[in-house]
C-alpha cells in the first residue's frame, strides 16, 4: 500500500518531468484522501498555473495558503499566480508576507522584483533584484527583471548588459531575448533590438511583451504596417491589459512616427485610464493633441511635462505661483526658457501680451539668445539664465503662455517680425555681402546632436546638397555648431560661402538673414529666427514633425512667412531637396535685384 507521502513523491517525479497529467491525478486523489494535504494542494496550484489555468491556480493556491498560512512557498506561488493575472498590489503584499517568513527565498525576491517594477516602483524594484542576485549571483530571472528595472529608470546600456549576463545562464529565456530587445531600443540599436525581438518570439510567439517591443521598433525603421501588425498580435495576445501595461503608450509612440496623431491620442488616453498621474504619458497627449491642431485640449496635456521628475534636466520648481492669464495689476512676472534655443524663440511672441495685462515682465533666456533680446518688446527687464532673479510676483514659463492665453489653432498670435535685427549689423553684414547681383540663399543643415531624435529631423549638408545646385543663387552657410564638420565631406560649388566662421552670435545671424531672400533650414534653431525675423523661410521637416508643424499642410500658423517641405516617406530628404530646387530654380526666374 503507497503512503500518502510516497504518492506525494511519485506526483513530483511526474510533474518535474513534464508528465502533468500523470502528476495531476496523483495530486487530485491524494486530496480526495486527505483533503487538507498542504503540500498536494500546493503542487496543485503550481502546475495548474504552469499550465495556464490561472483562475483555477488562484482558487487552490488560496487553499493551500488557508491551509498553512505560515507557508513561505504557498504565499510565494500564489503571489505569482497574482501577478500573472495583473493583480500586483496583490501580489507585492504576498511576496512580502512571504519573505518576511523565509527571507533567503532567492526566487520570490527576483518575482517581487517584477511587480514592483511593473507597478513603477523602479527603486525598491532595483533593492528586490539585488537581494535575489545576492543569495543566487547567476539567477537568471533576477538579472533579467533587474535589466527592466534598469531600463524603467533611463539606464538602457546598463539594462543591455544584464540582459546579456541573463541571456548567457539561459539562452532559451524569451522574456529575456525581449528585455534585450527593450534595452537596444533607446540606444536607437534598431536593427539589433529587431532581431533580439525576432528571437524571443521564435521561442515563445505568445510573448506579448515581445510582440510589443518588435512594433516599437518597426514603426522606428519606417515599417508601419508591419508595426501595426505587430501592435495587433500583442494586442489579441493581452486582452484587456494589466493595470500597467504600456502596450497603448507604446502604439500610441508609434503612430506618432507615422504622423497619425488623433490616433496617438486615442491610445494615450486609453493608457492614462490605467495610470492618470503619469506625467509623462501626459505629456504625450498634449504633444499629440498639439500635433493634430487640437489646442485647447492640448496646452492643458502639454503642462504635465513640469510634472515629469524623469526629465533632464529636471524642471524648475519655484516658490512664486505660476500665472494662468488674470490681469497681473501691477506685479512682476518671470518669464523664463525651458527647452531648446528654438523653442524660445516662438514663444517670445508672447512677452509683449503679457506685458500689456499690465504687469513688470522679467524674461530670462539662454545666454546664446542674449543679444538678440534689445529686438524684443515688452520686457522690462531680460536677464540670462544662471544670473542671479530679481524679485518677482509671479513665474511661467514661455511654452506655457499658449495655455494662458488660450490660443486656439486659428487664433495664433502671428505678426512678424515680432524681433529685430540691430541695425549697425545689418549695415555692416550688407557691407560684408556686396550688393545682390544673384538670389540670396542662407542654409542651415543640422540641428543640436544632443536633442533627442536629432538624426531624424537634420537632413546634414549632403541631404541638402542637391539645392546648391540651383544656378542664379548665392548660398551663405549659415550652420554653427558640430552640424559645421559636414563642410570637410563635402563637395561644394562656387557659388557657396560659409560665414560660420565670421557669426559672433545669434544677433549677427539675425542681421546676416535680413541681408538675405530666403533661408532653408532644418527644424532647429535659427529656421524660428527666421519665422520670428519675417524672412521668407524654407523649413525642412522629417515625415514625422515636431508637433508645431502639424500634418497636412505646407504653411505654417506660427510663421506666415514659411513653407513647410515633409517628408513623404521617413528618411527621404532626396524628395525634399528636389522639390525645393525645383520651386527655387522657378523662384529665381522672378528675382529681380533690389536696388
Not at 6 to 17: N, Y
Not at 211 to 226: D, H, I, M, S, T
Not at 505 to 530: E, Q
Amino acid at each position: 500500500m503507497v503512503t500518502l507521502s510516497q504518492a506525494l513523491l511519485i506526483a513530483l517525479d511526474h510533474h518535474q518531468a513534464g508528465r502533468v497529467a500523470e502528476a495531476e491525478d496523483i495530486y487530485r486523489r491524494i486530496l480526495n484522501a486527505d483533503p487538507e494535504h498542504a503540500d498536494a494542494m500546493e503542487l496543485l496550484g503550481v502546475l495548474a498555473a504552469q499550465t495556464g489555468r490561472f483562475n483555477a491556480a488562484g482558487r487552490i493556491l488560496r487553499l493551500a495558503v488557508a491551509l498553512r498560512p505560515e507557508g513561505a512557498g504557498g504565499l510565494s506561488n500564489l503571489a505569482g499566480v497574482e501577478q500573472s493575472a495583473g493583480a500586483l498590489d496583490a501580489a507585492v503584499r504576498l511576496y512580502g508576507r512571504a519573505l518576511r517568513l523565509m527571507p533567503g527565498l532567492a526566487d520570490a525576491h527576483a518575482s517581487h522584483a517584477g511587480a514592483l517594477r511593473r507597478l513603477g516602483r523602479t527603486e525598491a524594484a532595483l533593492l528586490a533584484a539585488g537581494r535575489a542576485l545576492a543569495l543566487a549571483p547567476g539567477h537568471a530571472d533576477a538579472l533579467v527583471n533587474r535589466a527592466a528595472a534598469l531600463l524603467s529608470s533611463g539606464d538602457a546600456a546598463s539594462a543591455e548588459l544584464c540582459a546579456r549576463r541573463s541571456l548567457r545562464l539561459n539562452a532559451r529565456s524569451a522574456v529575456a531575448h525581449a528585455t534585450l530587445a527593450a534595452a537596444l531600443a533607446p540606444q536607437r540599436r534598431w536593427k539589433e533590438a529587431e532581431t533580439a525581438a525576432r528571437d524571443s518570439l521564435a521561442l515563445d510567439g505568445n510573448a506579448g511583451e515581445a510582440w510589443e517591443v518588435l512594433g516599437a521598433v518597426l514603426a522606428k525603421l519606417g515599417r508601419f504596417p508591419e508595426s501595426l501588425e505587430a501592435f495587433a498580435a500583442a494586442e489579441r495576445l493581452r486582452p484587456g491589459l494589466s493595470p500597467n501595461s504600456s502596450l497603448y503608450a507604446a502604439r500610441g509612440t508609434a503612430l506618432i512616427a507615422m504622423a497619425r496623431p488623433a490616433e496617438a491620442a486615442a491610445d494615450f488616453d486609453r493608457a492614462l485610464a490605467d495610470r492618470p498621474q503619469d506625467a509623462g504619458l501626459h505629456w504625450n497627449l498634449g504633444f499629440a493633441r498639439l500635433m493634430a491642431g487640437d489646442y485647447g485640449r492640448g496646452w492643458p496635456e502639454f503642462d504635465w511635462r513640469r510634472h515629469d521628475d524623469r526629465a533632464e534636466p529636471p524642471w524648475r520648481r519655484l516658490n512664486q505661483p505660476t500665472w494662468r492669464g488674470e490681469p497681473l495689476s501691477g506685479r512682476t512676472i518671470l518669464l523664463y526658457a525651458e527647452q531648446g534655443l528654438g523653442d524660445t524663440l516662438q514663444f517670445l511672441r508672447y512677452v509683449p501680451l503679457v506685458a500689456a495685462r499690465g504687469g513688470r515682465v522679467v524674461l530670462e533666456v539662454q545666454r546664446p539668445l542674449l543679444s538678440l533680446m534689445s529686438g524684443v518688446e515688452g520686457a522690462a527687464q531680460v536677464i540670462a539664465r544662471g544670473d542671479p532673479l530679481p524679485p518677482f510676483d509671479l513665474e511661467c514659463p514661455l511654452m506655457s503662455l499658449p495655455r494662458a492665453f488660450g490660443t486656439v489653432l486659428d487664433g495664433v498670435p502671428a505678426d512678424v517680425p515680432y524681433l529685430r535685427p540691430d541695425p549697425v549689423r545689418v549695415a555692416r553684414w550688407r557691407e560684408r555681402l556686396g550688393a545682390p547681383t544673384a538670389l540670396r540663399v542662407g542654409v542651415v543643415w543640422a540641428g543640436n546632436p544632443r536633442f533627442p531624435g536629432d538624426e531624424d529631423r537634420s537632413p546634414r549638408l549632403a541631404g541638402l546638397r542637391g539645392l546648391l545646385d540651383v544656378p542664379g543663387c548665392r548660398y551663405y552657410g549659415l550652420q554653427m555648431g558640430p552640424g559645421r564638420a559636414d563642410l570637410a565631406d563635402t563637395a561644394l560649388p562656387d557659388a557657396f560661402t560659409d560665414l560660420g566662421p565670421e557669426i559672433a552670435d545669434f544677433a549677427d545671424t539675425a542681421a546676416i538673414m535680413a541681408n538675405l531672400d530666403l533661408v532653408v533650414s532644418s527644424c532647429t534653431g535659427p529656421a524660428h529666427l527666421a519665422g520670428a525675423l519675417g524672412v521668407p523661410l524654407w523649413l525642412a521637416l522629417p515625415f514625422s514633425p515636431d508637433w508645431r508643424w502639424l500634418t497636412g499642410r505646407d504653411d505654417s500658423p506660427w510663421y506666415p512667412t514659411a513653407r513647410l517641405f515633409r517628408q513623404p516617406a521617413p528618411g527621404d530628404w532626396l524628395s525634399v531637396a528636389g522639390r525645393m530646387a525645383a520651386e527655387l530654380a522657378a523662384l529665381v526666374q522672378r528675382f529681380s535685384p533690389s536696388p
